[in-house]
C-alpha cells in the first residue's frame, strides 16, 4: 500500500535558522507530492507541490522542496525560519485521494 | 482564505447519537473529498464525491456516509458515533476527480467533533 513517512514528530529550532523536514514516500510510479501547513485549529493550507520537471519547487512563504526519485523523498526547506512558521507541517502524496504523513509540529525558539 | 467553508465548526455529542457535518466547495469545484484527523495524526481519506457520486472511499465503515448536491456542495453523515469518531473533519475541494498538475485540493477549516 502507499504510505507516506515523516521521521521527525517534532523539531525546534531557533528563528532566523534554517529548516528541513523529512518526507518519504512509498510508491513506483509519478508521483504526485504535497506539502501543506497547519495552524493551531485551521485547515490545511498548500505551501507547494510537485508533479513533474524541475525537481527543486518554491512555494509560499520562503518554502522550497526537492523530489529525490532514488531516495525516495521531498523533503521541505526554509533557508531562515520566522517565529510565524511555528505550525503542523503535513507531507502528501496522491492524486484523487491524498495519502498523508503523521505530520512534523515545527516549534521556533525566540 | 480557499473559499471552503465547513460547518458547523465545533460539534459535542453523545455515543450511539448520529451527526452531520456540511461543506460548500469553492465556486468551480465539482469534487469533494473528506477527511477525518484524530489527534495528533495526519488526515485519513473518507471519500469523495464528484458530481454528486461517491467516487472512491477510504477504510471507513458504512456507517460514515455522503452526500453530494447539484450546487456540488456535501454532507458527512456518521450514524451511531463512537468515541473514537471524535476528531477533526476536513472537507477539500478540487476543480475535478482524480489525479493531475492542475487538480489541487484546498481545505477547510474543519469541523471538530466530540464524542462524549
Known amino acids: 500500500a502507499q504510505s507516506v513517512t515523516q521521521p521527525d514528530i517534532h523539531i525546534t529550532v531557533s528563528e532566523g535558522a534554517s529548516l528541513e523536514l523529512r518526507c518519504n514516500y512509498s510508491y513506483g510510479a509519478t508521483p504526485y507530492l504535497f506539502w501543506y501547513v497547519q495552524s493551531p485549529g485551521q485547515g490545511l493550507q498548500l505551501l507547494l507541490k510537485?508533479?513533474?520537471?524541475?525537481?527543486l519547487v518554491q512555494g509560499i512563504k520562503g518554502f522550497e522542496a526537492e523530489f529525490k526519485r532514488s531516495q525516495s523523498s521531498f523533503n521541505l526547506r526554509k533557508p531562515s525560519v520566522h517565529w510565524s512558521d511555528a505550525a503542523e507541517y503535513f507531507c502528501a502524496w496522491g492524486g484523487g485521494k491524498l495519502i498523508f504523513g503523521q505530520g512534523t509540529e515545527l516549534s521556533v525558539k525566540p | 482564505e480557499t473559499g471552503v467553508t465547513q460547518s458547523p465548526t465545533h460539534l459535542i455529542k453523545t455515543r450511539g447519537q448520529q451527526v452531520t457535518l456540511r461543506c460548500s466547495s469553492q465556486?468551480?469545484?465539482?469534487?469533494v473529498s473528506w477527511y477525518q484527523q484524530a489527534l495528533g495524526q495526519g488526515p485519513q481519506f473518507i471519500f469523495q464525491y464528484y458530481r454528486e457520486e461517491e467516487n472512491g472511499r477510504g477504510n471507513f465503515p458504512p456507517r460514515f456516509s455522503g452526500l453530494q448536491f447539484p450546487n456540488y456542495s456535501s454532507e458527512l453523515n456518521v450514524n451511531a458515533l463512537e468515541l473514537d469518531d471524535s476528531a477533526l473533519y476536513l472537507c477539500a475541494s478540487s476543480p475535478f476527480a482524480g489525479g493531475g498538475a492542475k487538480n489541487i485540493q484546498y481545505f477547510g477549516a474543519g469541523t471538530r467533533l466530540s464524542v462524549l
Open positions: 465556486s468551480g469545484h465539482n469534487t
Open positions: 510537485y508533479f513533474s520537471g524541475d525537481t
